[in-house]
C-alpha cells in the first residue's frame, strides 16, 4: 500500500499556471487500498473525475487526505510514501526538506545531487556519456569574458523544472542580457543548442526487484518547454545511460527518474546526447503509469487549453477511452480544468490519436464565447502561446 502526495510547489515555478492544482494527476496510479492527498480546491472535480475513470475502467484510491500537508506520511507510516520530488528544488533548508531528510537521507541526498544540472552533466562526463558543449558556472560573476561561446546557446539554470529561467540566446548581446538576469548567487551552465528536433525521455523504476526500464518515449515540445509524450519511439539507447541510472540506484534513489536526451542523425547510427536526469516523477510518467495499468501499446500525451472550468461541463461522450476499442481520451491531470488546461492520454494508432485532439480541442472551447464581446483592454493582443 501507499500514499501519494504529488504536490509540485515546492519544485515548480509558479509561473507554469495552477501549481496547486497538479496533486490530482497522480489519482489514475493508485489502487483501490492506497492513500492520495489532493488540494482540497479539487473536491469540486471529484465525482465528475470519478465517474470518468469508472466508464474507462480505470481503477484508483477512494481514500482521500483533502491536503498536501507531508505530515501525513509520517502519520500514515504504514503506507509507502510515493511523491513528485523526494526534497525541496526551491529551498534545501526547508521544513520540507528537513523532513525528507529525516525520512530517508540517502534518497534525499542522491536526488539533491542529480537535480543539479551541472552536477549531471559533471557525472556524465566521468561516465564517459555524450552531452552538448557545456560550460558551468558557480554563479554569474565568474563568467569572465563572453568569448568561446558557440551561438545558438541556452542559459540555464543548475536547478530548473518545466523549462523555468531557460534562456535561448544567439548572439553575444541575448547571452550578456540573460546572464544578467541571473542571482549572483544562482549556479547555471551555458549549453550549446543541439541541431535536432527530436528529444526523448527515457524512464527507469526502481523496485523490490532493482532497476528496470520502465518506458522510451519521444518529447512533444513547446520551445523549451515539456508539452507531452508519444509512444512507442524507434529510439531505446538504454544501453548508454544504464551505467549512470545503476550509479543513481547505488546512491539509494528509490522510485522513479528519468533521463532527458537529444538524438542526433548520423552517417550511419543517430547519435544520443544526455541533457539532464529528473531524479522525480515527470510528465510522461502519469501517462505511461495509467497505459501500463490499461495494457494501452500505442499512445501521445499533450496539454489542451479550454473556456471550460468545471469537469461537469465538458461533453466526452463518444471520445472516452474504449477498453475494447483500445481507443480514446483518459484525462490525466484533471484538477487543472479550475486554471483553463487539462491534460490527457490520446490512445490509438497515429491517425486516431490525430482525430481525437481534433475532437478533443473543439469539445474544449464553449461555443457561446465565441460570440462574446471582445474586452477592449485586450482587443488588440495575440493569443498567449503556452
Not at 550511419?268 to 501517462?287: H, T, V, W
Not at 501500463?292 to 477511452?321: C, M, R, V
Not at 492520454?345 to 475532437?359: M, P
Not at 464565447?369 to 503556452?386: H, I, M, Q, S, V
Request: glycine share 6%; net charge negative.
Amino acid at each position: 500500500m501507499k500514499i501519494f502526495n504529488h504536490d509540485i510547489q515546492t519544485s515548480t515555478h509558479e509561473a507554469v499556471g495552477g501549481t496547486h492544482l497538479y496533486s490530482g494527476r497522480v489519482l489514475g496510479l493508485s489502487e483501490p487500498d492506497d492513500v492520495v492527498q489532493l488540494h482540497p480546491a479539487l473536491k469540486s472535480e471529484w465525482e465528475a473525475i470519478c465517474a470518468h475513470y469508472l466508464r474507462i475502467g480505470l481503477s484508483h484510491s477512494q481514500n482521500v487526505v483533502w491536503s498536501l500537508s507531508l505530515e501525513h506520511l509520517q502519520v500514515c507510516s504504514d503506507y509507502a510514501p510515493s511523491v513528485y520530488l523526494f526534497g525541496d528544488a526551491v529551498n534545501s533548508s526547508s521544513t520540507y526538506a528537513q523532513l525528507f531528510r529525516a525520512m530517508d537521507e540517502q534518497w534525499f541526498k542522491v536526488v539533491e545531487f542529480i537535480n543539479s544540472k551541472n552536477n549531471f552533466i559533471q557525472l556524465a562526463r566521468d561516465l564517459k556519456m555524450a552531452v552538448p558543449p557545456t560550460t558551468c558556472f558557480h554563479s554569474s560573476t565568474a563568467v569572465q569574458t563572453l568569448d568561446g561561446f558557440a551561438y545558438p546557446c541556452y542559459v540555464k539554470p543548475s536547478v530548473s523544472d518545466s523549462g523555468f529561467g531557460i534562456v535561448r540566446c544567439t548572439e553575444p548581446r541575448q547571452l550578456e542580457a540573460a546572464l544578467l538576469e541571473l542571482s549572483d548567487q544562482i549556479p547555471f551552465q551555458v549549453q550549446a543548442e543541439v541541431a535536432t528536433s527530436t528529444f526523448i525521455n527515457l524512464q527507469y523504476q526502481i523496485t523490490d526487484n532493482g532497476l528496470r526500464h520502465l518506458l522510451a518515449s519521444e518529447q512533444i515540445l513547446n520551445g523549451c518547454v515539456h508539452g507531452g509524450n508519444r509512444y512507442p519511439t524507434t529510439h531505446q539507447p538504454w544501453s548508454l545511460f544504464d551505467p549512470m541510472a545503476e550509479w543513481i540506484a547505488d546512491q539509494g534513489m528509490r522510485g522513479l527518474f528519468a533521463f532527458d536526451a537529444a538524438v542526433v542523425d548520423g552517417a550511419e547510427q543517430a547519435k544520443y546526447l544526455a541533457i539532464e536526469c529528473n531524479p522525480r516523477f515527470n510528465g510522461s510518467s502519469y501517462p505511461t503509469l495509467i497505459a501500463e495499468k490499461l495494457k494501452i501499446p500505442q499512445w501521445s500525451s499533450e496539454t489542451f487549453l479550454t473556456s471550460y472550468h468545471s469537469l461537469a461541463d465538458l461533453d466526452l461522450n463518444g471520445l472516452e477511452y474504449d477498453p475494447q476499442s483500445g481507443k480514446g481520451i483518459i484525462l490525466i491531470n484533471w484538477g487543472t480544468v479550475l486554471v483553463g488546461k487539462l491534460s490527457a492520454l490520446l490512445a490509438g494508432t497515429a491517425e486516431q490519436q490525430a482525430e481525437l485532439r481534433t475532437s478533443l480541442q473543439h469539445r474544449l472551447t464553449d461555443p457561446m464565447r465565441l460570440f462574446l464581446p471582445k474586452d477592449p483592454e485586450f482587443a488588440n493582443c495575440e493569443p498567449a502561446r503556452t
